[in-house]
């Protein structure tokens, strides 16, 4: 089924950020995209209408909460429903905590858990049968640099993203015959809300300025001293999804300005 054309994905976390990236790029190579998130209603709906009018593709809203396993259950069913089909997963929603690991809320951390890690389960497990029908399938998993290296004060988040390195080296072993590929990417920092959101728990947590925070906790790391952009993630997620890339599985893929080769 190599010459199988994909329709449709679903990219969790598309509201926003790096999702909303890979959404738009999906959709300007003609997919039909779902989107997923929290935000403002109407924001959401002229992000959807957007790409509907941008690209002429079909594009669907989902407002499932990640934490939720039965919600992220009944997303795929209705994507299904909606598009025909999900050939393209993009399990991307996230969020991020900083704290030192004795102050840590308990609460923070299981929300981190469910929505960076449990969720991409969740919504695998949902659609890898009707991707091995079609014997296709394209799983990407929107890791991190924290999928291979740590840093302090992000326990949760550092655990959730080893936990999902390791999720898609195993989910890719498991379907290697099936035409489904598994996949993460592991941007280092991108320019996001996300990003900016963690700027002033980084200051509490350090003790620095917004521009020490930048410049040397955030892109400190980075070797380049540049910031990764949102676009270079979601150019990396259409060649995993494009057929160079059939051969391509089970593979954690740095994107950090040289970050982790230190
Ligand atoms: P972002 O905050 O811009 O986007 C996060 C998305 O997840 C939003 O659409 C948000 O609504 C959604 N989301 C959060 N909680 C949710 C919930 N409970 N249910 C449904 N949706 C929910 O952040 P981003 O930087 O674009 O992050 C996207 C992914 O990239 C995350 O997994 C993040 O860990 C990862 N990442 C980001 C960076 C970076 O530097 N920005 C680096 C490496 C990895």
Redesign the pocket.
């Known amino acids: 089924m190599s010459s199988y054309t994909p329709r449709n994905a679903l990219i969790?976390?598309?509201?926003?950020?790096?999702?909303l990236a890979i959404a738009r790029a999906c959709a300007q190579s003609g997919l039909n995209v779902t989107l997923?998130?929290?935000?403002d209603p109407g924001e959401i709906e002229a992000q959807r209408a957007a790409i509907e009018c941008d690209y002429g593709v079909r594009a669907f809203y989902s407002g499932?909460?990640?934490?939720d396993g039965a919600a992220i259950a009944a997303m795929v069913r209705d994507t299904t429903e909606w598009m025909g089909g999900v050939d393209v997963l993009v399990n991307?929603?996230?969020?991020?905590f900083v704290s030192p690991v004795e102050d840590f809320p308990p609460e923070k951390w299981d929300q981190i858990i469910a929505?960076?890690l449990s969720a991409a389960f969740h919504a695998t497990r949902a659609v890898v049968p009707q991707m091995k029908g079609r014997r296709w399938g394209r799983i990407i998993n929107?890791?991190?640099?924290h999928a291979l290296v740590a840093s302090p004060f992000k326990s949760a988040y550092v655990a959730a993203k080893h936990g999902i390195a390791g999720f898609t080296k195993s989910v890719a072993l498991e379907l290697a015959t099936f035409g489904i590929t598994v996949n993460s990417i592991c941007?280092?920092?991108?320019w996001?809300?996300?990003?900016e959101k963690q700027i002033p728990d980084t200051m509490k947590a350090r003790g620095l300025t917004e521009e020490q925070v930048k410049r040397d906790v955030m892109l400190a790391a980075q070797p380049t001293k540049e910031f990764v952009t949102v676009e270079q993630v979601a150019a990396l997620a259409m060649f995993l999804i494009g057929p160079a890339a059939a051969q391509i599985t089970g593979s954690n893929m740095s994107m950090d300005g040289g970050w982790t080769a230190a």
Request: net charge neutral; glycine share 20%.
């Open positions: 969790t976390g598309s509201t926003s950020g790096i999702g997923n998130g929290l935000g499932a909460d990640m934490r991307n929603a996230g969020i991020q929505i960076n929107t890791a991190s640099a941007p280092g920092y991108v996001t809300p996300l990003v």
